[in-house]
């Protein structure tokens, strides 16, 4: 979402639109978005969202009106039950402005180092599947690095955001990708994939390490791994077959669904700790 942001803000800027930003400063009880979210609205357009439904809908109103007439920044309570259109339960406190010239840069700054400290996850292959990954992952809040040696395999289409290795060398991004970074792996080798799997298991920081493939293919890496010599809980840390959801659906889109989603729980968010809740509180 942050690069799509920064790429809409870099393009309002270049056309020179007015922007309003609307905040959530603070939340209570049961909230769509957390404190510290942020949207931006133009005239005609808008990037982000703090929470959809009837609150982003009157914020975004409020937001124009304000690009309108050029006023001063606003608080906005919005309770989320009883007659607000919402029945979530909580409340939330919007703060709505209008960055001048110097907030517009520290906003690119804020997506950008949130671009930066996003986790990597290297989409090794650019085939059918790899494609379809590629635009289903690319919205979500982590950098994608995505690598074949066959440059015209990547599709008419980069998505946003996307660092794309044409060359092929597999080898410097499993060296240079940081711990706790994920890779998917599905080139159109399986020779080659062995090889990428092995190079990411014997290094073992890897927060995930998924592979394209059956059961049958499984064990088969997994018997190379252990004629390597490589420890019994490397190979187990191995995700394959990917996107395990019970759905035996073989269509590229449906899968990269069903691996977007093993990302999110995967990769993206670790166990939920005890006491962690949706009714967390932020004092309004």
Same mark, same amino acid.
């Given at each position: 979402?942050?690069?799509?942001?920064?790429?809409?803000?870099?393009?309002?800027?270049?056309?020179?639109?007015?922007?309003?930003?609307?905040?959530?400063?603070?939340?209570?009880?049961?909230?769509?978005?957390?404190?510290?979210?942020?949207?931006?609205?133009?005239?005609?357009?808008?990037?982000?969202?703090?929470?959809?439904?009837?609150?982003?809908?009157?914020?975004?109103?409020?937001?124009?009106?304000?690009?309108?007439?050029?006023?001063?920044?606003?608080?906005?309570?919005?309770?989320?039950? #009883?007659?607000?259109?919402?029945?979530? $339960?909580?409340?939330?406190? @919007?703060?709505? &402005?209008? %960055?001048? !010239? +110097? /907030?517009?840069?520290?906003?690119?700054?804020?997506?950008?180092?949130?671009?930066?400290?996003?986790?990597?996850?290297?989409?090794?292959?650019?085939?059918?599947?790899?494609?379809?990954?590629?635009?289903?992952?690319?919205?979500?809040?982590?950098?994608?690095?995505?690598?074949?040696?066959?440059?015209?395999?990547?599709?008419?289409?980069?998505?946003? #955001?996307?660092?794309?290795?044409?060359? $092929?060398?597999?080898?410097? @991004?499993?060296? &240079?990708? %940081?711990? !706790? +970074? /994920?890779?998917?792996?599905?080139?159109?080798?399986?020779?080659?994939?062995?090889?990428?799997?092995?190079?990411?298991?014997?290094?073992?920081?890897?927060?995930?390490?998924?592979?394209?493939?059956?059961?049958?293919?499984?064990?088969?890496?997994?018997?190379?791994?252990?004629?390597?010599?490589?420890?019994?809980?490397?190979?187990?840390?191995?995700?394959?077959?990917?996107?395990?959801?019970?759905?035996?659906?073989?269509?590229?889109?449906?899968?990269?669904?069903?691996?977007?989603?093993?990302?999110?729980?995967?990769?993206?968010?670790?166990?939920?700790?005890?006491?962690?809740?949706?009714?967390?509180?932020?004092?309004?």
């Amino acid at each position: 979402m942050s690069m799509e942001m920064r790429a809409d803000l870099a393009r309002w800027r270049l056309m020179g639109q007015p922007v309003a930003r609307i905040s959530v400063s603070a939340a209570r009880g049961s909230t769509p978005r957390e404190a510290g979210t942020f949207m931006l609205v133009t005239p005609t357009e808008q990037s982000g969202t703090v929470g959809g439904g009837e609150l982003e809908w009157n914020a975004v109103h409020h937001a124009r009106a304000l690009l309108d007439t050029g006023g001063g920044a606003q608080d906005l309570r919005v309770d989320l039950g #009883g007659r607000s259109g919402q029945c979530c $339960g909580g409340e939330v406190m @919007l703060f709505i &402005d209008m %960055p001048d !010239g +110097s /907030g517009l840069d520290a906003i690119m700054a804020e997506l950008e180092r949130q671009r930066r400290e996003a986790p990597l996850l290297v989409l090794f292959g650019a085939g059918h599947v790899g494609r379809a990954l590629a635009h289903v992952l690319a919205p979500l809040p982590l950098r994608l690095a995505w690598c074949d040696s066959r440059p015209h395999e990547f599709g008419p289409v980069i998505p946003p #955001g996307v660092d794309v290795h044409d060359d $092929g060398d597999w080898q410097r @991004l499993v060296t &240079d990708a %940081p711990a !706790g +970074s /994920g890779a998917l792996v599905l080139t159109q080798s399986h020779a080659l994939d062995s090889l990428i799997v092995a190079s990411i298991l014997e290094r073992g920081d890897f927060r995930y390490v998924g592979l394209i493939g059956s059961h049958t293919k499984r064990r088969r890496f997994e018997m190379a791994f252990r004629a390597l010599g490589l420890p019994e809980d490397r190979i187990n840390a191995m995700v394959c077959p990917i996107g395990g959801q019970g759905v035996r659906d073989k269509r590229p889109p449906v899968i990269a669904a069903l691996v977007a989603a093993e990302i999110v729980t995967r990769f993206l968010h670790a166990p939920q700790e005890e006491g962690d809740a949706d009714g967390d509180e932020t004092r309004l």
